[in-house]
Structure formats: C-alpha cells, structure tokens
C-alpha cells in the first residue's frame, strides 16, 4: 500500500495537467525507492519463514522468534532506504541538459541517466550492481527456500497435506514472480532490448497492478473471503439468468 501510493497520486497529478510537467522535486523518489527495496527484502525473508513452517515445523517458535523478526524487518527497512539514499544523491545531482522530457510516466532511475549530459558509465555500473544485489540475490534465496519445500511436502504421503502445504506457498510465490519478474525485465535487460513504450508497461505493471493484486492473491486464502467470492458469484449468475 505504501510503495503505490508513494507514486500514483504524484503520477495521476502530473498527467492531469495539461503540459504533463513534473517538478525537480516531484522527480525526487526517495520513498519509492527505499520501499521497492524493503518489498525486494522481505519477499525473502516471507520465503524464509514458509522454509522453515514447512521443513522444520516443530522448531518454528523456536526458530522464528520474536526478536529475529524484528530484527529482520530492521533489516530489511535499514537496506532498502540506506540504499535510496544512495541512488537518488547518485542520480539527482548529475547535471541535466536539453528539454529535460522525460520519457515515462514517472521519474525512474533509469530514465533520469538517459537525461544526463555526462558520461554515466559508473552509475549504470552501480545500478546494475544494486539490481543484483536486490532482485538476483533474494530470488534465488527465495528459490533454494522453495526447492527445500518441495522437496519436504513430496515426502508427505497425504494428499490433503500436500495440498494445505503448497496452498501456504502458493499466494506467496505468485506475488513473487511477478514482483520480481517484471523489475528484473526493467532493471536488468539489455540496453534498448525492448522499446520504451515496453518499459513503461512494464513499469505500471509493479508499481500499480502488482500492489492492486496483492490483496487479493493472498486473501485467497482465506476460507471467508472464497465463501464470500462464490456467493456474490452465485448471485451474479442468478440475476444474469433471470
């Protein structure tokens, strides 16, 4: 919720006027950048946890105690805004040049270098670094988490079980591939390999669809919220037929 609206509204109200302008300051995505990081962060520790409810469940309380989850959310905060701090003093104090026309729906860091009027080689190379840092490393922690799952739910011999344990997984790993899969097509393709009306559908893609579904993917669980989804439904049917 806060990483959407930390860009929507600042988004609705620039394209709402009519010389679709946007202020230095409004370029300035401190929030945005530092949230995108924690959601990168806690991703994986979520997976962390499932790995252990999973494979170890009867040291869990042991495992997952109270302080190590404060001190992984410390953590993962702590990294992702030590990290805006970085990219936007990187980014914002390069000097601009030309019109300045941005070429998205937002001031992202990639689109702020191609602004620059100097050689921006060691910004992209840092960049391509944090990238890595944040999308490469936690989705293969997330994976390695997942192979051990699978690997410990196949040795379980009821199918309810099975069931039960991969529906824990299951909205988790949805949110992932898709959070991760479109931030890594943006941030870490090849230069020029898709066009940048691409680029900026993929950018609405997890700045905006992937918040919207977020509720709804893992609410799916919930054994109400599907009573309540068949009803309306069953409801809708009704007043369709008759």
């Not at 992702?80 to 970085?86: D, L, T």
């Not at 960049?127 to 410990?152: D, E, N, Q, R």
């Not at 890594?184 to 669809?209: C, R």
Request: charged share 10%.
């Amino acid at each position: 919720m806060c990483y959407t609206t930390s860009i929507v509204p600042q988004l609705l109200f620039n394209l709402s006027r009519a010389d679709k302008s946007i202020s230095f300051g409004g370029c300035v995505l401190f929030i945005a950048l530092g949230l995108g990081g924690v959601e990168c962060v806690l991703l994986s520790v979520m997976a962390y946890d499932r790995y252990v409810a999973v494979c170890r469940p009867l040291h869990y309380m042991v495992i997952v105690h109270p302080q190590l989850c404060l001190q992984l959310v410390v953590t993962a905060w702590l990294t992702g805004f030590g990290n805006s701090v970085v990219q936007t003093a990187l980014t914002m104090t390069l000097p601009l040049c030309g019109k300045n026309q941005v070429d998205h729906f937002f001031c992202e860091v990639p689109v702020m270098l191609k602004l620059a009027c100097t050689n921006t080689s060691l910004n992209e190379a840092e960049l391509f670094a944090v990238s890595v840092f944040f999308l490469v490393v936690p989705l293969s922690l997330i994976l390695v988490s997942y192979g051990h799952i699978t690997h410990a739910v196949l040795k379980i011999k009821s199918a309810r079980g099975r069931q039960k344990a991969f529906g824990t997984c299951g909205s988790h790993l949805t949110v992932v591939i898709i959070f991760f899969g479109t931030l890594i097509s943006m941030y870490l393709q090849p230069p020029s390999s898709y066009s940048q009306d691409v680029n900026k559908s993929i950018a609405l893609f997890y700045t905006l669809v992937t918040p919207l579904l977020n509720p709804l993917i893992y609410t799916l669980r919930n054994k109400e919220v599907k009573g309540a989804l068949r009803r309306q439904m069953r409801r809708i049917l009704d007043v369709r037929q008759s």
